[in-house]
């Protein structure tokens, strides 16, 4: 395949998981998975409900990376900053909207009639309301 990797231990596992067909089987349900890590925080998530609450509010998650990023976000200010203006969020992903809607023109045309909208969100509502069905359904 084409993976370039500085680190031979990344090679190692890469040929493992994707070319030698190692999979790890979950003894309780359905779940495989070509990592034992992921298998590990399935286990965890899934039927030991392990939760990991926040110390400063009464958020809980399901996985350590995720109260990390909770407490980075809600509690430390952590913001992803526009590169083109002023604009920040708390949210990659509304960075991202902001961006493609601000900055990069990107629009979003009905198939029916001459709608355009701003945001994918925006066209859906608008196809329900409209013409009676969801366009990412199409």
């Known amino acids: 395949c084409d993976l370039i990797t500085t680190q031979a231990s990344s090679l190692r596992r ?15 349900c359905d779940y495989a998975s070509t990592d034992l890590g992921s298998l590990k ?7 030991e ?17 995720i109260l990390k990023n909770h407490r980075k976000k809600e509690h430390e200010g952590f913001r992803y900053h526009c590169d083109q203006c002023e ?11 902001h961006k493609q809607k601000l ?3 990107i629009r979003y045309n009905c198939d029916q009639c001459d709608y355009v909208a ?3 969100r925006n066209l859906r509502r608008h196809a ?3 013409h ?4 990412s359904s199409q």
Request: proline letters at 3%.
């Open 14 to 28: 890469h040929i493992r998981n994707k070319h030698e067909g190692v999979t790890y089987l979950c003894d309780q």
């Open 41 to 47: 925080v399935h286990k965890e998530k899934v039927h």
């Open 49 to 65: 409900g392990l939760r990991y609450p926040c110390d400063q509010c009464d958020y809980i998650a399901t996985e350590v990376r």
């Open 87 to 97: 604009y920040s969020s708390k949210d990659r992903g509304r960075l991202k909207i």
């Open 103 to 105: 900055h990069d023109g």
């Open 118 to 120: 701003k945001e994918i």
């Open 128 to 130: 329900e309301k409209e």
């Open 132 to 135: 009676g069905f969801d366009p």
